[in-house]
């Protein structure tokens, strides 16, 4: 049997990986991060959001709660692109269930918190920020993420059945979307007013 050759594995991924990096600022994302004022801006996201999630947080059930530790991760997704809302989201994910366990660590809620963040940065890096911009990617976050795959890792974790906990899930998400949404506008109308050498995505050309 031949073996197969590495280009022909890189052919298809090149033409994917521009596309991605064009539309999404993936490769400017990880080039902007690397700076220290970057980093700097990305570890007070990351405390930021620790706060948020870990202490500021309205408990609904065990695995249920009202939580805003994803603003400081949209907000860095806002700056620095999708790369630096992945790293902070992770970050702030592995670093709170340390300081502040509310139970077993489990990389499944990591994975969670790594699409969340991926999700706000494609969503909001280098544009205009409008309201179905805010409203597309609360919904994608909120019900993709929330509702179905993290009632799955609930399941693995305590037994629970799915569907019990994706519709408790999906009451909650849908009445905190509506905050949500109005709250990233609010948001999106921050980044204007920093400095200019924080603001890597700005101004935000249209797709």
């Given at each position: 049997m031949k073996p197969v050759r590495l280009s022909?594995?890189?052919?298809?991924?090149?033409?994917?990986?521009?596309?991605?990096?064009?539309?999404?600022?993936?490769?400017?994302?990880?080039?902007?991060?690397?700076?220290?004022?970057?980093?700097?801006?990305c570890g007070m996201?990351?405390?930021?959001?620790?706060?948020?999630?870990?202490?500021?947080v309205i408990p609904l059930s065990q695995d249920l709660r009202v939580s805003f530790a994803y603003l400081p991760i949209a907000m860095s997704g806002m700056l620095f692109g999708p790369m630096a809302a992945v790293m902070c989201a992770v970050l702030a994910d592995i670093i709170g269930a340390n300081l502040f366990p509310s139970g077993p660590f489990f990389i499944g809620f990591t994975l969670s918190?790594?699409?969340?963040?991926?999700?706000?940065?494609?969503?909001?890096y280098r544009l205009n920020i409008r309201f179905w911009h805010c409203l597309v990617a609360v919904?994608?976050?909120?019900?993709?993420?929330?509702v179905c795959l993290n009632s799955y890792w609930v399941m693995l974790l305590y037994g629970r059945a799915w569907t019990l906990r994706a519709a408790a899930a999906l009451l909650k998400n849908t009445v905190q979307s509506?905050?949500?949404?109005?709250?990233?506008?609010?948001?999106?109308?921050?980044?204007a007013r920093f400095p200019k050498s924080l603001r890597a995505g700005i101004p935000y050309p249209e797709r």
């Open positions: 022909l594995i890189k052919a298809p991924v090149k033409p994917i990986w521009r596309l991605l990096d064009g539309r999404f600022g993936f490769a400017q994302s990880a080039r902007v991060i690397r700076s220290t004022r970057a980093l700097t801006v996201m990351v405390a930021l959001s620790i706060v948020l999630g870990r202490m500021l918190a790594a699409l969340a963040g991926l999700v706000w940065g494609m969503a909001f919904m994608v976050v909120n019900f993709g993420v929330h509506f905050a949500d949404v109005m709250l990233l506008m609010l948001m999106s109308l921050l980044p």
